[in-house]
């Protein structure tokens, strides 16, 4: 635990505490591809940031580029204020925890983490009394001598952790670090990364694909689409406030919906949409004409959700549809509707209902249902 | 239905056809083999066939006493240093191409047909060829130059392949991390790139050995006066009509298994010393 007493291994490590801030950034490859298209982040020092995203959405292209691996075709990355582009990873003062760990095959853990030492040219003592201490860290004192090979997948990342932190870096990288794992290990490495960081106080840069790994982990969590941010927030905005139905649909939870505007007034929106339901929203002081389409937003563990047979319809915002499935998750239970003249390419309406209210009064497949919500629960979303 | 069942389980023709193929292989792998082994211990009354006359070292006694039976000691002093150099720029070369083309550059298709093309070109065709370059521009040829470039003409190609089937497995990553954890190019190689690819490397340098050490075709004009083992072998088989011959092959074959055997045991040693430190702790 007592990384302060670390020795600094060079200077720029021993400075600033790893604010990130990217300006204009582009990635284009030589056929031409852009993986990266004009990218501008500000992550704060001592922040835990996800970059979430599908694959192919350039998270990863980011990640190394500040991490040095490859150069942006154009703009800059700023730690601490000065632009590292060109520099060494080393000098930028980052530590990158590649995707499968690439820990050396052919060094025991000791070597493994002793590595950046031994290139800087410290003596073998001196080396082993610090990786001794990381690996302590790490809790792997007793399994020092063993090969990658002779580890589980668990003990590996956390070799692979103990060697990039060895130096103390501003910056953390880490390239999909659960992804190798196992369910289990997986919601077990989560909290210890986490901790981690709040013992180490620098940035992490946490690339996943997986929506709920970012929101239980990160600070900030970036939602990427094909080269471009489409919301850098705080995790909690991200999943309950997205901004735009691309964000809403790929944190998951969400039910999104649409209509024709039918009138604005003090900030209160009316909407019909192609079935003729008519949907009410608080829409804030963006000027909108009527008319125009608007997207929605509404929680999947917020909407009510009753057998229509002897329920009444409400007039404003409810659906009424046939259940097509019926899962059930433990805590609660999953229930998908296929909406009253739905059109092919709409998303199935789906209700998370409390565990003790589905089974109080059931619905069941091939059911006519009706969901319906308080007006709170609606965000309108912005076009894309 | 109980009668399908079982005639599933008995073993069909392509079974004994496949098995005939293994025996017919065998034996004539092993049997030659076998036979002159045991023809080159043959008693100082025996001739070139069985039956056996006694047994004995005499014709190994003849064969190192020069003169009699051919120069083998001065072939044997040219094809193990030979062997040895074609070995070692065998192994820097491939490990070099290897590293090139894990990324395409411009030409490298057409490269890597120039250099594939050499393994198809008739090796003697290709003899004659050196051997005649080297007399029109005035050089010797000689078993450490013309030789030498004919024997790596076969090897290389041999090398840079299975150095493809090595980097097929080795993950670009480990430099990568080797360079994020602040090792300069020369640190990444010696200490991460090479180690890694260790035994792969000498199972590039037994090849690159082996082939160069039994390599006959592309020799044979262009070792100049002097014969290496595989040509001084063949000229003695033109007039010795001796069990020698048979001593020479066994001798030969004994070192191409010391050969073997040194290289396994390097290999099983690396091998045991990574997992060695493991059983030490434990």
Known sequence: ?384 | MAQSKLSADRRGWPFYALGAVFVAYVVFLYGPMVCIYLLSFQGPQGGLSFPMRGVSLHWFDQLIEQGDTGDLMGALSRSIPLALIVMALTVLISLAGGLAFRSRFPGSGTLFYLVIASLVAPGYVLSIGIGLMFQMFGFETNWYTSALGAQLSWTLPFGLLIMFAIFGRFSRSYEEASRDLGANQLQTMWLVVVPILLPGMIAVALFGFTLSYDEFARTLQTTGSTNTVPIEIWSMTQNVTSPSIYALGTLTTGLSFVVIGVSLGAIALIQRRRLGSVAGQE
């Open chain 1, 1 to 384: 635990m007592d990384i302060e007493t670390l020795v600094p291994m060079n200077a720029s490590t021993a400075t600033g505490r790893g604010a990130v801030e990217l300006a204009g950034i582009v990635k284009r490859y030589a056929d031409g591809t852009l993986a990266v298209d004009g990218i501008n982040l500000r992550i704060a020092s001592g922040t835990y940031c996800c970059l979430l995203g599908p694959s192919g959405c350039g998270k990863t292209t980011m990640l190394r580029m500040i991490a040095g691996h490859e150069t942006p075709s154009d703009g800059e990355i700023l730690i601490d204020g000065g632009n590292v582009v060109g520099l060494s990873p080393r000098e930028r003062g980052t530590a990158m925890m590649f995707q499968s760990y690439a820990l050396f095959p052919h060094l025991n853990v000791r070597d493994n983490v002793a590595f950046t030492l031994r290139v800087r040219g410290i003596g073998k003592a001196e080396r082993y009394r610090e990786a001794d201490r990381v690996i302590e860290q790490v809790q792997l004192t007793e399994l020092a001598q063993r090969l990658p090979a002779q580890l589980s997948g668990g003990q590996q990342q956390r070799v692979a952790l103990a060697r990039a932190i060895i130096t103390r870096p501003r910056v953390l990288l880490l390239d999909e670090p659960l992804s190798a794992l196992d369910e289990f290990l997986r919601l077990q490495m989560r909290s210890e990364l986490r901790e981690l960081q709040r013992q180490l106080g620098i940035t992490f840069i946490h690339v996943t694909h997986t929506q709920l790994e970012a929101v239980a982990v990160a600070d900030q969590v970036v939602v990427m689409d094909r080269g471009h941010v489409v919301q850098s927030d705080p995790a909690r905005t991200v999943y309950a406030e997205p901004r735009s139905a691309y964000v809403a649909r790929f944190m998951g939870g969400q039910n999104v919906l649409a209509g024709k505007l039918e009138s604005v007034a003090d900030g209160l929106a009316t909407l019909r949409d192609a079935a003729g339901r008519g949907f009410a929203l608080r829409v804030g002081g963006a000027v909108r004409a009527t008319g125009q389409r608007l997207q929605f937003s509404v929680r999947r563990d917020h909407v009510r959700i009753a057998k229509l047979a002897g329920a009444t319809v409400p007039p404003l915002n409810a659906v009424v549809g046939l259940v097509r499935a019926v899962e059930y998750q433990g805590t609660f239970v999953k229930v998908t509707l296929t909406l009253d003249a739905a059109a092919a390419e709409d998303d199935p309406f789906v209700a998370y209902v409390e565990e003790g209210d589905y089974f109080a009064g059931p619905i069941g497949i091939a059911d006519r249902a009706v969901a319906w919500w308080e007006m709170d629960e609606m965000h309108a979303l912005a076009a894309e």
